[in-house]
Every structure is written in C-alpha cells, then in structure tokens.
C-alpha cells in the first residue's frame, strides 16, 4: 500500500508522488512484530522460500482466511486514475479489463464488477480502504469516504454474494491528511515548507499532536472509523451479516503512524514525538467507544510501526502485521511477511509492485506471472497463517492490483491473479457451483470489430448490460464460428454439468471444448428474448484441477450472460 495513492485526480497524484518516498522506505519500521512461535517464525526480512511450489490440486489444507485492501475513491470508481495514467512517472501496466471511463459506467456498476470479481476469486472478505470524511461540504474529498461503504453492501445485496467486510483505516489519510486539510486545508500528511510559509504557519503547526487526544482523536474515529462500521449497526442493522468477523469479532485494520511521525520536527529541536504510551491510549479509546457505540468488541490489527513507536501499544492491540517494503534502498527487503502475536498469525502480501519514488527511482517486485504471490501464499500456508491481508485490489497505481486486468506484461491473461486467490482459497477453491461471466473471458473469436455494446471491456467482443434478475453484462450478438475462452477454471473430480444461462430469438447450436478436446453439439431451443438456463455438456474430471474451457457457437445467434459449473459431489 504504502500510501495509497489511488488518487482521483492530478491534484492528489501530485500530492502522493510527493509523499512516495517518505512512506515506501520504512513501511512498517524495521522490527519484527513476531512472538516466538514452531508455527510462525520471527519473519522481519526476507521470507525463506518454501519448498517447491506447490501443483495446484496438492496445495495442502489450511484454513487462513485471506482478504484484500481495496481503495474505491472516486478516481478509481469513475476511471480518471486509469485514464489519467500518463499524468504519473510510474506506467500503469495492470490497468483493469473493465473499462469504467471509456464506456461511462456508474458508481453502481463499478461495485457490481467488483463484488463479481471478488465472489470469482474465492476470497473470504473485502477491506475498503477508508480514509475519513469531514463534516463542511466545502472540505468535502472522495478518497475514501466511510459512507460510501453502503455503496458496496447494496451491490453484495444485488448479487446476492455472501462476501464480507472489514474496515482498513489508512492512518497517515485519516488521521493526519485529514486533519491537516480541515486545519490549514492541505491534503496531506505532512505539511511541506511552501504550505507552512503560504497559510503563515509555524513550524509548531507541523508538529502531529499525538498527546493531544482533544485535537486528533475525532479524525480518527468520528469522522472515518465510526462511520465505516455505521453501515453494519442500529438503523442499519440487517447489513450485520456482512462484516467479517475474526474469533468473532468485527475487524478493523490500521496502517502505519510512521509516515507522519517520523519526519524530525524543528519546533522540538529535531526530535521525534514522544509516543510512549500516546498510541496505546488511542486503541484503547478504540476499543471502548466501539463497545459503547456498537455493543460488542473489536479486534484491531495494527502495523508493526505501533509497537516500534509505542511499545505500550502491545497492551491494547489484538494483533500486529509487518506490511511488505518496497524500497530498493531497504535492508529488508520483503514483498510477503508474516507475523505471530497472541497466536495469531498474520500475513501479509503484495502480488507485485512498481512504482517511483518522487526522485524518480523504481521500486520494483516482479508479479513473474504468479510466481511471486504463490511464493507468499506457500510461505503462509506452511507456517500456518491465520489471517491474510493482500495488497491491493485496485492499486494499479503501484501496479499491485488483482482484478481482471490488461496486464500483458507481468501477466499471460486477465483471470490470472484470481484464479490464483481461489486456488489457495481454504474453502472455495473447487466450490459445488462455480458462475462463470461471459463478459470474463481471458480469450476470444468474434467475426465482427469493435465491442458492438460499447459496454464493459475494449476489443472486437460484442458486450451489452442486461438485467437478467442481477444487472450486469452479457456478450451479444454472436455467430457461428466466434468462441469465448477461459485459460484455466476449476473443476471438481467426478461429473459436472455446464448449465448456460442464455437468450436467443432461434434454435442455436454451442459446444463446450475441454482441454483442446472438443465436446458434442448442444442444441438450445429458441427462449422469445427472454433468458432460460439449460445443461450444456457434461463432463467428467478423474481428480480435481484447473482445465481450459471454450465456449464455441456453432450455429444461430445467442447472447450469453453466464455458464454454471455444477458438481455432482
């Protein structure tokens, strides 16, 4: 994450680029945050490397649950930081297969593909990455707004998901940023000389009041916390079911203080703040106010930087992670850790990273199709993780994201990261139904050019919105002789039916190739327009494990919104 800039326009990319070093080089302070444990090893620096990748259906059992941070402010939602790339010093490489800006999406659909893809994935909860709201509508900043929150719990309703949902509070946003652009209206975690000399300010303005509770406090949990976990509480209540709960208990991640914290204040003669104990008395406010407030306890995982500033804060925290650092300049240099306090093991991970530092240094983390997440995701399995937390589901700012995506450059195809979460997924990886989207497909073949439904991706496949009892997209307007493909899908051992929900005006004719072995014919009776579900093919797997999948249409004209993978057992 470090720093998540997803940002929404030019004047928050050039607030993150400046701020792109301070908080990539020591993202969680240099100490392992790990208690002696067999099952967890003090793991501060670079991981050692399991023994050798695991082969998809002999990955061993374990029952992490795994998550990942999501940023969704507006620039992510609305498309402008994709579009916008070449405004930053990075390439954006993995930008998403769902093009919101070119084909004018709503907020509304941008959850829908993103509760859709999370649900293919297999993983077990989703984290929004909030970063607080003001009260004046003057100071108002769509970059990370708690209430937005019912946005997604409205979409996990639409689609009928069973997804959850935990809270990340990104610290130096919501606690620093946030205060800063309220007080002297500057947006950032710390102010830069120019903004101290351009609002009059003194050098004392700079210093972050962390014994100050009357100052900081309300930005922390008033006005991002409280209100990321009001969506789930009193009139809200039947949206309970949603959260994710840990030992059962609602979760809420915080990042690191460091960012803000750490720079040397001039107006205490160049030393850092005294934290002894500061931080520890904000978690346990936490912990009180969320009792008092929502009536049952928290767990709270907090960045490793808390104990190296306060180590009181191990009194009062639940759990610690040591996130992953990016920089090429640091001694540990890691893009996977893992960390074991009151036993339990948190890990957490990045796929892949690139980004520059505002002096124009790379920072980089090869994605190497995979290897690099499936290195991690070994590690955590063989020293029994107990809770995963993945860098970033949007974050192709660092070019660390794991949706669907154009990447052709770390990655073969545009399923590829999710199909890996799924396949070390403790629950889900070879589920009794598995839905498959049309408009999903890694490859295909079609007669015509151009997306003819000018919706959801670019390239010559025909996609239109439909509302098949959830709204989403279908591929359209197809022909004999066009084909849609999925590089690898799961398939249990034993029979499985492939049950495609479709619509057609005639008789049509499909056939479902496994592996490059084509499958008999299927003829579809015509639905009037309207959309019915019938069996497809019937196949029959020895053992369980990934298999290419085309869908080929051999006669008629069909649009498809979906197929079902059903097992037998």
Not at 114 to 122: A, C, K, L, Q, W
Not at 281 to 303: M, N, P, Q, R, W
Not at 362 to 374: Q, V
Not at 395 to 413: G, H, I, L, P
Request: hydrophobic letters at 35%.
């Amino acid at each position: 994450m470090n720093f998540k800039h997803n940002i929404m326009n030019n004047f928050f990319w050039k607030v993150a680029a400046s701020l792109a070093f301070l908080f990539l080089v020591g993202c969680s302070g240099g100490e392992s945050v790990a208690e002696s444990s067999p099952s967890a090893p003090d793991q501060p620096g670079k991981p050692e490397d399991p023994t050798p990748a695991l082969a998809d259906d002999t990955i061993p059992a374990h029952s992490f649950q795994m998550g990942s941070l999501t940023g969704f402010e507006a620039g992510v939602r609305n498309g402008n930081t994709s579009h916008a790339g070449g405004n930053s010093s990075t390439t954006y490489y993995n930008l998403p297969l769902f093009e919101v800006y070119d084909f004018k999406m709503t907020d509304s659909q941008w959850w829908d593909d993103i509760v859709e893809e999370f649900e293919y994935s297999g993983m077990d909860y989703i984290c929004p990455n909030c970063r607080g709201c003001l009260p004046d509508p003057k100071k108002y900043t769509d970059h990370g707004d708690p209430n937005r929150i019912k946005d997604l719990i409205a979409a996990i309703k639409r689609r009928g998901s069973d997804l959850k949902v935990a809270i990340f509070d990104d610290a130096p946003a919501s606690w620093a940023a946030a205060r800063n652009l309220d007080k002297y209206g500057a947006y950032v975690p710390v102010l830069s000389d120019n903004d101290l000399r351009n609002k009059s300010l003194t050098d004392k303005d700079q210093v972050y009041p962390i014994d100050d509770l009357n100052d900081i406090y309300k930005y922390i949990w008033d006005y991002n916390i409280k209100l990321a976990f009001a969506n789930f509480y009193g009139p809200n209540s039947d949206n309970n079911q949603y959260l994710f709960r840990y030992k059962g208990k609602p979760v809420l991640y915080i990042w690191s203080p460091n960012g803000f914290l750490n720079v040397e204040y001039r107006a205490l003669g160049n030393k850092k703040p005294d934290c002894n104990g500061r931080l520890k008395a904000i978690l346990d406010k936490l912990h009180a106010d969320f009792k008092s407030t929502f009536g049952e306890e928290v767990f709270i995982c907090v960045d490793g930087a808390f104990r190296d500033r306060d180590p009181q804060s191990a009194n009062s925290a639940d759990a610690f992670n040591n996130w992953f650092t990016a920089s090429e300049a640091a001694t540990n240099r890691s893009s996977y850790t893992l960390a074991n306090f009151k036993g339990h093991n948190v890990g957490v991970a990045c796929p892949g990273f690139l980004c520059n530092d505002r002096s124009g240094s790379r920072m980089l983390f090869d994605a190497g199709e995979g290897k690099r997440l499936t290195k991690a995701l070994d590690y955590f399995v063989k020293f029994h993780a107990t809770l995963v937390l993945l860098e970033g589901f949007t974050d192709m700012v660092e070019n660390a994201a794991f949706f669907r995506s154009k990447d052709t450059k770390y990655y073969s195809f545009p399923n590829q990261r999710l199909n890996l979460l799924r396949k070390y997924s403790s629950s889900r990886a070879y589920p009794l139904e598995m839905n498959v989207e049309a408009e999903t497909c890694d490859k295909f073949v079609d007669n015509t050019p151009g997306n003819g439904g000018n919706q959801y991706r670019s390239g010559d496949i025909d996609i239109k919105t439909c509302n098949d009892g959830y709204p989403g997209w279908c591929v359209t307007n197809t022909a004999a002789g066009e084909s849609l493909e999925w590089v690898e899908l799961p398939y249990r051992n034993g029979s499985s039916v492939i049950r495609l929900r479709y619509s057609s005006n005639e008789e049509v004719k499909v056939r479902i190739d496994i592996d490059g072995k084509e499958g008999p014919v299927t003829t579809l009776p015509a639905t009037g327009g309207g959309w019915k579900t019938a069996d497809a093919a019937t196949v029959t797997m020895q053992v369980k494990g990934w298999h290419r999948t085309v869908l080929s249409v051999v006669s008629g004209n069909i649009d498809i919104n979906k197929f079902t993978i059903v097992a037998s057992k």
